[in-house]
């Protein structure tokens, strides 16, 4: 079955710098969301959209913007980069039940970002 | 502030073992529980949704509960083997919003 797409799986960056996160959700889902795993932390949400569209937003700096496209991609873009931003950053994808109920969130393999 | 709280925060056990992971979390008003298994600096793999309307969730070896009044989910893993060995992380949704809030996670070895 098709799982979640996150590239790259590995950055490197500089302090002050700038990457761009790509997800690619299960095909059919339409509500990604973005979560941020420091070293020996538990995942914290970031940001998440529903049918392109901003539906929450957690702890995500005003240096990260992301939005999703018209064919369901996702994209997190972050600035001025620090050397907090070093992280695996997770992208997750769920459909909305037709009738209700929670949804199975299901998550990539992550982007392992190193800020230097 | 939804709280999630997972104990032992880490535990071994000789292989053939049961386990039992225990999830707690602050505010009852969740939509539904996850729990996940992430292995060394890999990905979130889901095991089971409980929906906040049931008790319990069973797939192969594993079996979850929920008791939503109290705040609490318990994992059992029948028959631990090494390949169990990983971190299990509890995660709930809260009513109102889609985020889940994770637990620190319980770290298992099974000893061969």
């Known amino acids: 079955a098709a799982g979640v797409i996150q590239s790259p799986r590995h950055l490197i960056k500089e302090k002050r710098e700038t990457a761009t996160l790509k997800c690619y959700p299960i095909?059919?889902?339409?509500?990604v969301y973005w979560y941020q795993q420091g070293p020996g932390q538990d995942p914290q949400f970031l940001i998440s959209?529903?049918?392109?569209?901003?539906?929450d937003k957690g702890s995500i700096p005003d240096r990260f913007s992301a939005q999703q496209f018209s064919d369901y991609h996702s994209e997190l873009n972050m600035s001025s980069l620090e050397l907090g931003d070093s992280a695996l950053y997770f992208c997750?994808?769920?459909?909305?039940?037709?009738?209700?109920?929670?949804?199975?969130?299901?998550f990539g393999p992550g982007t392992r970002l190193t800020v230097l | 502030k939804q709280e999630v709280t997972q104990i032992p925060a880490a535990l071994s056990v000789p292989e053939g073992e049961n386990l039992v992971l225990n999830c707690s979390f602050t505010d009852s008003a969740i939509y539904n529980l996850q729990w996940f298994r992430q292995d060394p600096g890999k990905g979130l793999t889901s095991l089971l949704l409980i929906q906040s309307s049931q008790r319990e969730q069973t797939s192969g070896r594993l079996n979850a509960s929920l008791d939503k009044s109290s705040g609490r989910s318990t994992l059992y893993i029948a028959a631990s083997q090494p390949g169990d060995s990983a971190t299990y992380l509890c995660a709930v949704r809260h009513h109102g919003n889609n985020r889940l809030a994770f637990g620190k996670g319980n770290q298992v070895v099974v000893i061969p």
């Open positions: 095909p059919r889902h339409d509500t």
């Open positions: 997750a994808s769920s459909l909305v039940p037709r009738g209700g109920g929670g949804n199975e969130q299901f």
């Open positions: 959209f529903y049918e392109k569209m901003q539906s």
